[in-house]
């Protein structure tokens, strides 16, 4: 028997001014199946997905749902249509509750229209505890980590008891456990006929959940392709990118001996113990552990963005007094950090505005603003990290993920820091541009900036550092050359 269709999208497009988002997709979904979305960075997958959540209108195309012809055309249409969506940026309202987050604009009222408090309560409960997370249903959600926060949003996806449930890269930023009960409840959604649209960079897990995948380039959608054991990873890649690929690894050029950046005895009570490295000029430093373990936090005490109860911290043998982000930035420290909207981007902003706003300072020396300076710096910069963009007048909210990624990056490099931490500098980013942000790497330790990686993906970091630290609640809990080390040694000292 053919398995039932629950979706069927035919011809879509969508242009947005000076992008062909979506060139006459096509796709279809079953009920009960797992179905990846898989494409680079800009293909399109987002849109599409929007499209479905009654967020965006397509310019022309056609979209049944269980063989019916339907408009989506607003969110709460597409929500009444079976159709949840975990969005790939967090939509939350941070001084709200979770509950009232997961209930936002559909509260159940009683007889009066007033809502049930107590009631609204034991639901969220309930879901909560089916998805095992610990927190409380009255709990404000901008007290919650990330992590956290996108469980909510998956929750809250989970509560409308849809048909067609569309994640994308809902693991981006969940901890280990976090990704085991999500797939956990995947497989039993799945098991109770839910369909489910999956978006994710990370290709091990599109082979360990999904189902088939629909492959998108450049607004088309390529293929859909079962995956049995018949597929290889290289294969889809391969279909993604439209050519083959190998990751580009690190190899230090003239290592030099002397330190730039010293820690010692670091420590911030109930975050971090007792922390000793050193990093070399053009040195890459791997830092490994789980989501949680503390290694963001260790490097916001050294960037002065949280205060450190003991320890110093030394540039080029100088002990520094680092009391806020501004003293670490004259010093010489750049810190691309995990979360980019709150912390790295201005969204309403420019590309270009964006990537030199940090260091308009210096081109203004003269007492004036160089435009054409700023705008050319942009312009070399968007074509060394092939950020996907019209132009450099584009906003920033306006490019898809993981290029908005890149603008940040490409923002702390051009402070030509000697220090340069990237916390998850290729999360959400596809195999493409993750090559790009390797031989950027590359290129800056050549240059003689030491570089600190944190990085919850074992392959990365066994490629890209020279040497590894192992974090493990909040502890230094091994450190090795990369040249003795492997994914089990890490993970031994990690769990
Ligand atoms: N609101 C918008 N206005 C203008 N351009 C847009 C808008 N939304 C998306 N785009 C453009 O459409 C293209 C597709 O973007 P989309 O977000 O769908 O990509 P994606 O496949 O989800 O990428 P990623 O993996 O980085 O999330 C990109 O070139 C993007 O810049
Ligand atoms: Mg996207």
Not at 204 to 228: K, N, P
Not at 270 to 284: A, P, Q, W
Request: glycine fraction near 8%.
């Amino acid at each position: 028997m053919k398995q039932q269709i629950i979706l069927e999208v035919k011809g879509v497009n969508k242009s947005f001014p000076g992008v062909k988002a979506l060139d006459n997709v096509s796709m279809e979904v079953r009920r009960g199946e797992v179905h990846a979305l898989l494409g680079e960075n800009g293909a399109g997958k987002s849109t599409l997905m929007k499209i479905l959540a009654g967020v965006y209108q397509p310019d022309s195309g056609e979209i049944f749902i269980r063989g019916r012809k339907v408009v989506l055309d607003n969110p709460k249409t597409s929500r009444d249509m079976g159709i949840g969506m975990v969005h790939q940026e967090l939509h939350l309202n941070p001084h709200q509750t979770v509950m009232e987050n997961i209930f936002m604009g559909r509260e159940p009222s009683g007889k009066l229209g007033f809502i049930n408090g107590k009631y609204l309560y034991k639901q969220t409960e309930d879901i909560l505890n089916k998805l095992e997370m610990k927190m409380k249903p009255n709990q404000k959600v901008g007290e919650l980590s990330i992590a956290e926060q996108q469980m909510v949003e998956i929750a809250k996806a989970i509560s409308l008891d849809a048909d067609l449930i569309i994640m994308d890269e809902p693991t981006s930023s969940v901890t280990e456990e976090e990704r085991e009960v999500l797939f956990s409840t995947i497989n039993r959604l799945r098991k109770q006929g839910v369909a489910i649209i999956y978006i994710s960079h990370r290709m091990e897990e599109i082979f360990e959940i999904a189902d088939r995948a629909t492959i998108m380039r450049d607004g088309q959608t390529i293929e859909t392709r079962d995956l049995d054991e018949n597929v290889t990873i290289d294969e889809i890649i391969s279909s993604m990118v439209g050519r083959k690929i190998s990751y580009v690894s690190h190899q230090r050029k003239n290592p030099s001996d002397d330190v730039v950046l010293s820690v010692k005895n670091l420590t911030r009570e109930g975050v971090c113990y007792d922390i000793n490295f050193d990093l070399k000029y053009g040195e890459i430093l791997g830092i490994a552990g789980l989501v949680g373990a503390g290694r963001t936090e260790i490097m916001r005490c050294i960037f002065g963005l949280d205060k450190k109860d003991t320890g110093t911290i030394m540039i080029e043998g100088k002990e520094c007094n680092i009391k806020s982000p501004k003293d670490a930035i004259d010093l010489g420290i750049g810190f691309v950090t995990e979360d980019r909207k709150m912390e790295g981007l201005v969204l309403s902003l420019s590309v270009g505005k964006n990537i030199t706003m940090s260091i308009l300072e210096r081109l203004s020396k003269f007492n004036f603003i160089n435009d054409k300076k700023a705008v050319d710096l942009a312009k070399e910069y968007i074509e060394r990290l092939s950020i996907r963009t019209p132009s450099h007048k584009q906003i920033v909210e306006n490019l898809s993920g993981g290029n908005q990624q890149k603008v940040v990056i490409a923002k702390w490099l051009l402070t030509q820091p000697k220090v340069l931490i990237l916390d998850e500098p290729t999360r959400g980013i596809d195999v493409g541009a993750k090559n790009e942000i390797y031989r950027l790497m590359n290129q800056l330790s050549e240059r003689g900036i030491g570089i600190i990686m944190i990085s919850s993906e074992l392959p990365e970091i066994l490629r890209m550092s020279d040497r590894i630290l192992v974090i493990k609640e909040g502890r230094i809990t091994a450190s090795f050359d990369s040249s003795e080390c492997s994914q089990e040694r890490i993970m031994k000292h990690a769990l």
